[in-house]
């Protein structure tokens, strides 16, 4: 859970965030205020002068009681709660409001503003004791989120003004991608590598050292056969270290620009500020997201890099296109220890594979192709293995 910080407490800030303003009827009301007091000594009418003048104090009167009461409101020190503060795309979040002292507090009825992309429910929250102040939202759009400030609708006396009450600062939620169903995964790189070097890749079957396996050659030490893998397979597999260290993966997105050419469009973060998406690089976050926790599950220490060799958040829940037109570099930062690589490519890769020929120490690397390739021969001539991650294959 995460809780915004409390609003200002200076009165001017306070004022400000309260931002009173007339009603219809404290507009009526100045307007004919204004009207007496101009036309009343056009025609010789001074009470009408007076009561233009009444009307017009009791409008300004309004506003200003409705400023002061927003902004000495002890109301206002509220937090906001979210359960979780993370979320995947399409699930829902709780949103509660609690009092200073922590406990929820039922006579609020406040307003939270929202990014576009956040969905508020009309169903309130609710417990076994009773109502709860809070809504629920679904996030339709991966990616880091502002929640509020909230304000609460107050009116002037008599109705002559409104204003909104700060009742909660900022809060921030992350919006993690949607993971692939592991069988729908699964069957992608079944189609893409067939039945055992999928397995092998995942750790489906047999133990993690699976990964660490490679064909028998001449002078290999007997002790260092590997059983199940040559069960398995039918030809004698040999372990590639003595040891047993658990294996190590990693994950690349190719968050070039120019890899996802189409549909790029914008995402309003809610706090002033927005970030370029695109469809295809979604699902290339949600496929190495997904990536990432099944290996994970395999037993397997995952790292996940940029086209850069930039560490990414294991939620991905932040990362971005990148404007680079360069060639991919992350070929120079693998991690030591590094057996498996999984890359996932966009559009225009087929340019980085004079540099994807050697990578010292890497005995298993899988291509997941986003866009249209016109050299599968070259990835294979390059030891790589490709999976058709494109949509039509999906």
Do not use: C
């Amino acid at each position: 859970m995460t809780a915004a910080s409390n609003p200002p407490s200076d009165l001017w800030s306070r004022l400000r965030a309260s931002a009173p303003r007339p009603t219809l009827r404290g507009a009526a009301v100045a307007a004919v205020g204004l009207l007496l007091v101009i036309a009343g000594p056009v025609l010789g009418r001074r009470e009408a002068v007076s009561i233009g003048l009444f009307l017009l104090t009791a409008s300004a009167l309004s506003l200003i009681l409705l400023a002061l009461r927003s902004a000495l409101s002890r109301e206002a020190a509220h937090h906001r709660v979210l359960i979780p503060d993370s979320a995947a795309v399409g699930e829902r979040v709780q949103v509660r409001f609690l009092s200073a002292g922590g406990e929820q507090h039922g006579g609020l009825s406040p307003v939270d503003q929202l990014p576009p992309t956040l969905t508020r429910r009309s169903q309130p929250t609710r417990q076994a004791d009773g109502p709860a102040p809070g809504y629920t939202l679904m996030a339709g759009q991966r990616g880091v989120f502002s929640v509020g400030p909230a304000t609460e609708l107050r009116k002037g006396p008599l109705g002559l003004a409104r204003g909104r009450i700060l009742r909660a600062g900022v809060s921030r939620l992350r919006v993690l991608p949607q993971l692939h169903d592991e069988q729908v995964l699964e069957e992608l790189f079944r189609t893409g590598l067939g039945d055992d070097r999928s397995a092998d890749l995942f750790g489906v079957r047999g133990s993690a050292d699976d990964l660490l396996v490679r064909e028998h050659r001449p002078r290999d030490p007997l002790s260092r056969i590997h059983w199940g893998a040559t069960a398995r397979t039918r030809q004698l597999m040999v372990r590639q270290e003595e040891s047993t260290e658990d294996p190590r993966a990693v994950v690349v997105l190719d968050r070039r620009g120019r890899s996802y050419p189409q549909g790029h469009h914008t995402v309003d973060a809610g706090d002033g500020t927005s970030w370029i998406t695109a469809p295809q690089f979604e699902e290339a976050v949600r496929l190495a997201a997904s990536l990432h926790h099944v290996l994970e599950r395999s037993g397997q220490d995952v790292t996940l890099l940029d086209h850069e060799g930039t560490v990414l958040s294991s939620d991905l829940a932040d990362v971005q296109l990148a404007p680079s037109t360069r060639e991919a570099s992350w070929m120079e930062r693998l991690p030591r220890g590094t057996t498996t690589v999984f890359a996932v490519l966009g559009a225009g890769a087929d340019a980085d594979l004079p540099h994807l020929r050697h990578l010292p120490g890497v005995t298993q690397r899988t291509a997941l192709l986003m866009g249209p390739s016109s050299a599968l021969e070259g990835w294979h001539q390059a030891g790589w293995a490709t999976v058709d991650a494109s949509e039509g294959a999906r």
